[in-house]
């Protein structure tokens, strides 16, 4: 465990909103541990609430653009970073996603950070998809970028194995790194508590609405069920983001005008939707491990995503949903349709989905296993 003087971590992040749904319980723990936090992401202080501030959280916004390519823009970002980390002297950096873990481990190096740890939550743009044209450039410059950061570091902590096997075969990490594969962010299991199902069936589909996440999947295989299940909802919740592999709002237009999906929109708070439903689906072609499907889970929910890595640690087949091959419309289709016509399973499966949550995915069962690995708490 690190030295017993009250410690200053700094976590970096690229997506300020992402801090409280995923990170809260992580930092809520560290000021138990009488540990001062520190934050640096983009727009931190205008979608923070006050009560973080309250419990002596300290915000620092920073100039990072998530899903740009400007290379001026990503070495202000890193300058940015280095000069922030002179002033703070933290103890330890904790970054997550893309850019905060590449950029923000660099500038901890370059700072002279003693305790330095990356978190895996997904590989993104540059790894999903086929690597030709702009997409195998990134992917290139993500590969050298990766290298370079992820060999300062103390701890590489991924979310599924498939995700560390790909890293060590592309050689971004070295033999002298140490990884650990956690199980996701965790759910909180009290606010994410069971409810019971709806007297229809509802499936609904959580998630930026981007082509990789099975967007258009999940519409395919809704216009196939709805042929002889006309009445069957499939509810949508979501928005456009800015990723060159974002749906078209042209897309979801139509999609709400012919009446596949009920489109929801982008929600604060998705448990009245997970509420609405009673199947949760994911047709992502790949996840570090997807925080929605842990919340339906928890709260007594029948999955069915994909076999692809990240998704398929969260299902059981048979067991608590239903997998199905990346981009097939003709399986997730079955799979919907095998859930209307014996509805008795979607019980069932729901009910051993919040078995396994409270087993394997606590937030705070995942809490502690990351701070004890980064040696905050004994």
Known sequence: ??????????????????????????????????????????????NIPEN?????????????????????????????????????????????TIKPVIYGTLAA???????????????????????????????????????????????????????????????LIGANTKTRIVNGSGVDTFRYSVVKLPKRPVFLLIARLLGDKGIREYVEAARVVRQNYPNVQFDLVGW?????????????????????????????????????????????????LPRTVLEAMSMGRAVITTNGPGCRETVTDGINGKLVSVKSVKELADAMIGLLEKPELILQYGEQSRRIVEEKYDVHLVNNYMLTEMGLVP
């Open 1 to 46: 465990m690190l030295n017993k003087k009250r410690l200053k971590v700094l976590l970096v992040a690229g997506y300020s909103e992402s801090l409280i749904r995923f990170r809260g319980e992580l930092i809520n723990r560290m000021i138990e541990n009488n540990i001062n936090v520190y934050i640096a992401s983009p727009d931190i202080k205008a």
């Open 52 to 96: 973080w501030r309250k419990k002596g959280v300290i915000l620092h916004d920073i100039p990072l653009k998530r899903t740009g390519t400007n290379p001026l823009t990503d070495f202000y970002t890193l300058i940015a970073l280095i000069q922030l980390m002179n002033v703070i002297r933290p103890d330890l950096v904790l970054a997550y």
């Open 109 to 171: 190096s370059f700072a002279s950070v003693p305790k330095r740890f990356a978190l895996i939550t997904g590989l993104g743009y540059a790894f999903t998809g086929s690597p030709s044209g702009f997409r195998w450039v990134i992917r290139w410059i993500v590969k050298k970028l990766y290298k370079a950061a992820l060999s300062k570091s103390d701890i590489v902590f991924f979310q599924n194995p498939d995700d560390s096997a790909l890293f060590i075969k592309l050689g």
């Open 240 to 288: 456009i983001d800015e990723n060159p592999d974002a749906i078209s709002q042209h897309e979801l237009d139509t999609w709400v005008k012919e009446g596949i999906v009920n489109f929801k929109g982008k929600l604060s708070d998705v448990r009245p939707a997970i509420a609405a439903s009673s199947v949760f689906v994911l047709p992502s072609y790949r996840e570090g």
